[in-house]
């Protein structure tokens, strides 16, 4: 394997339909929930613990050969939100496409084919990390760097915030994205004696109802 | 691009000129400039000139609303399946240059659901001056700016006015009423542009859109012989 295709990867320029997307942050920022930058950190941590964690380990689990359409199963049942589904699966088609064009491998060429509309973005993470020969805990990491990315970015847009404050902000968290990644590798390797109920199912109501009001605003930014 | 022509699952198709059976694929024309100078009633008035010999659709970029959609949806340009709105997280450039995979999905999705289709117009949100579409997306691309935004734009250039494959300056109608001088404007984009075409263009003279679907039409014919 070679370590910097992780560096590829968790690039936020790698162009998989990312840039559109808030994280929830620009529902958050219309409800007045996130003002500044402490607001951004308390935001992008609930998110980390929640939509982060189980990303995290439906990626893993993805990469650790768990079948995808079990893992897929896995992300609905853990997303209640019908936009926030769609969101994931729009996502997840345009990462296969891109991962495809990428780093060619079969398994990628079957999960198109499975999935024409796209699987849930996580697990087409897991699958990408492992066609570019990637670990376990490497696609953690994508997935809960992702989490709190993309809020962080689509805020300094949003709220012009200080993209040097945004980025202190990802600095801050990131003894908390090392535990979270390694608890979600440890429940990732459960499921081959577990199944999925071994997963976590950590939810964050307030950005499941706050996602179905933002898909209904008649101007916005971002599409999630 | 296509690194994965040697697997046998569904092409990831992105430049590949041939669909999933081996036919042509429609062409992909795309539409860039500045805000207001008029792309999408261009895009409209492209519709109303093609689409009776043609089929077609358009997939439209908008900044923050599907304003552009709406507009060609209200002057029922064409049928409302054949026109797709991507939602570009404020960044139309990001959306038709560097990271085009949902632009890519709804140009496929157009061709399965509505298809075979001969065109596709590609519309960019309102940008700036170095908003160019990427070839993985389109084969070729007009760039409209317009007189009322200042005649020195051609003069100024930038990836848009220099490259694009057609310029079109629009609005010409307005020239009087804004100071601009049109000779000055055509003869700035020439030395720009070297060979390549300059339409002068108001969608409110009698020629209209005339030039500008003549040109899309030799696109045409030219993809089509390839």
């Known amino acids: 394997m070679s370590r910097a295709a992780l560096l590829v990867l968790a690039d936020g320029r790698f162009p998989a339909g990312g840039h559109a997307h808030s994280g929830g942050a620009e529902a958050a920022v219309g409800a007045g929930r996130i003002t500044d930058a402490e607001s951004l950190e308390a935001f992008c941590r609930g998110r980390l613990h929640t939509a982060g964690l189980v990303s995290a380990a439906l990626a893993a689990a993805a990469v650790l050969g768990v079948p995808p359409r079990e893992l897929d199963a896995a992300a609905d049942a853990r997303t209640p939100s019908p936009a926030l589904r769609l969101a994931a699966r729009k996502l997840g088609r345009q990462l296969t496409r891109a991962a495809r064009a990428t780093w060619p491998s079969a398994e990628l060429d079957a999960l198109a084919r499975e999935f024409p509309k796209g699987a849930h973005q996580p697990v087409v993470l897991g699958l990408a990390a492992r066609a570019a020969g990637l670990e376990a805990v490497d696609a953690a990491y994508c997935a809960v760097y992702e989490s709190v990315s993309g809020p962080a970015s689509a805020t300094v847009r949003l709220l012009s915030l200080d993209p040097f404050d945004a980025t202190a902000v990802l600095a801050r968290l990131a003894p908390e994205l090392d535990r979270v990644a390694d608890q979600a590798v440890e429940a990732a390797r459960n499921v081959a004696d577990e199944g999925t109920d071994a997963l976590p199912a950590a939810s964050a109501p307030l950005l499941e109802i706050a996602a179905e009001l933002h898909a209904a605003w008649p101007v916005r930014l971002f599409a999630s | ?226």
Not at chain 2, 6 to 19: E, F, I, K, L, Q
Not at chain 2, 29 to 39: E, R
Not at chain 2, 177 to 206: F, H, N, T
Not at chain 2, 212 to 225: C, D, G, Y
């Open chain 2, 1 to 226: 691009m296509h690194l994965d022509h040697h697997h046998n699952g569904p092409a990831a198709v992105s430049a590949d000129a041939h669909r999933k059976d081996g036919s042509h694929r429609a062409l992909r024309i795309g539409l860039g400039g500045p805000v207001g100078s008029g792309k999408t009633a261009t895009v409209a008035a492209l519709c109303r000139a093609l689409r009776d010999e043609l089929s077609l659709a358009v997939v439209t970029n908008d900044i923050y609303t599907r304003e552009d959609a709406e507009f060609l949806l209200r002057e029922a340009v064409l049928p409302p399946e054949r026109i797709t709105a991507v939602e570009t997280g404020a960044c139309p450039h990001t959306a038709i240059r560097d990271d085009i995979s949902a632009n890519l999905e709804a140009v496929e999705d157009l061709e399965d659901e509505v298809g075979p289709l001969d065109l596709i117009l590609v519309e960019s949100g309102g940008d700036n001056l170095t908003a160019t579409f990427s070839k993985g997306l389109v084969d070729a691309q007009i760039f409209v700016i317009d007189v009322a935004g200042g005649d020195d734009i051609p003069r100024k250039g930038g990836p848009g006015v220099t490259t694009a494959d057609l310029l079109i300056v629009n609005k010409t109608d307005l020239a009087p009423y804004v100071g601009s001088d049109l000779a000055r404007m055509a003869a700035d984009a020439k030395a720009q542009r070297a060979e390549l075409p300059v339409v002068l263009q108001s969608l409110r003279s009698e020629t209209g859109v005339a030039d500008t679907a003549a040109w899309v039409r030799s696109q045409l014919a030219a993809w089509t012989a390839a």
